[in-house]
């Protein structure tokens, strides 16, 4: 199955598909914030901003990145990046190695024009730095799309459960420093939604990386989406064998803080509310991204993409409000969140 294809058929499982991991969680659920009763505050008084490589976000969101390169991608990045621009958050873009071969569907990743101002990530497979890429590519990368920072995404599981996958992983990490040390461009490592160890993020610090996305566990399991799209029943059960794992978000959020504190955090992997987001900022992170939610939005309208926004951010308010934060460094202060006792549900 050729790139455009298989990244069309990844947008309509998203969109149709139960593709959530079965049992494995975010690990956000096992935090509470300590409700403040008397919270001292003025609602609209309470600032939302955070820097993130270089930039303020308005809003500490990243769209997460997803398309790019199918023919219905192209709407749905500008719808995105629309929204994006008129909230002053962040945005990634799909992979954009289809971009680099086939040079029709480039435009489907440009996006500046909708939104001139927010920071705009490239994105390319770390993997196809084993299959001839090299600085040049991640370059080219950054300048199709005019972007601030380049995410170099590493899903080996995905790939290793596809029919026509990359297997080849082995000396990537040099390869990486080699993008990192020659690129003018901030570098990014993002996992897709297994998340980041901690004995990962130290490496990726020793060789130069900007910021890490740890894409945990909990939220759109790609095996799940590789069991929908697979072209045997062996693949089938393949795919559904990997269901639930990985590392889920809470845990390597906070396992990468802790092996790597000098590092921007982009927490992201089954985010859904703003008090995700919250608890998220809490363990340490700069930002939270988001993809599925997004996603369906975008397939709808700008105003749509606009209103997801803005009801992320709502609830974002009120949970550091009733929490007593003014800011997101008071958020981050000692005793506002605990580890909670489970709830009757769960």
């Not at 008090?275 to 105003?303: W, Y």
Request: proline share 4%.
């Amino acid at each position: 199955m050729d790139h455009q294809a298989r990244k069309a058929d990844h947008i309509r499982i998203n969109l149709e598909e139960d593709v959530s991991f079965p049992r494995l969680t975010t690990g956000l659920e096992r935090y509470r914030f300590v409700h403040q009763g008397l919270p001292e505050l003025d609602l609209a008084a309470v600032d939302l901003s955070s820097p993130l490589l270089g930039k303020v976000l308005r809003v500490p969101l990243l769209i997460s990145s997803m398309t790019g390169g199918a023919e219905q991608a192209e709407l749905i990045n500008r719808n995105l990046a629309a929204g994006a621009q008129a909230r002053g958050i962040a945005m990634g873009l799909g992979s954009q190695r289809t971009g680099l071969e086939i040079a029709a569907t480039v435009r489907s990743f440009q996006v500046r024009r909708e939104a001139p101002d927010i920071l705009l990530l490239a994105n390319l497979g770390a993997v196809q730095l084993n299959k001839g890429y090299g600085v040049d590519h991640c370059r080219r990368a950054v300048e199709m799309i005019e972007a601030d920072a380049l995410i170099l995404h590493i899903n080996p599981l995905q790939e290793v459960l596809q029919a026509d996958g990359d297997w080849h992983w082995a000396g990537l990490l040099a390869r990486i420093k080699e993008v990192c040390r020659r690129l003018d461009t901030p570098v990014v490592i993002k996992e897709v939604g297994w998340g980041i160890s901690a004995s990962l993020a130290r490496r990726l610090a020793e060789v130069g990386v900007a910021a890490i996305d740890v894409a945990g566990a909990g939220g759109t399991s790609w095996s799940e989406v590789e069991y929908h799209r697979a072209p045997s029943e062996r693949l089938r059960r393949l795919a559904r064998t990997f269901a639930d794992w990985g590392i889920p978000t809470a845990e390597s959020l906070v396992a990468v803080g802790q092996a790597a504190p000098h590092l921007p955090r982009i927490a992201s992997g089954g985010i859904r509310d703003g008090i995700d987001v919250a608890k998220s900022l809490a363990l340490g992170a700069s930002a939270a991204g988001l993809a599925s939610p997004f996603l369906k939005a975008a397939v709808q309208s700008v105003e749509a993409v606009i209103d997801a926004i803005d009801a992320l951010a709502d609830e974002l308010r009120i949970a550091m409000f009733c929490a007593g934060a003014s800011n997101v460094a008071a958020l981050r202060e000692p005793e506002r969140m605990t580890k909670a006792e489970m709830m009757k549900d769960e």
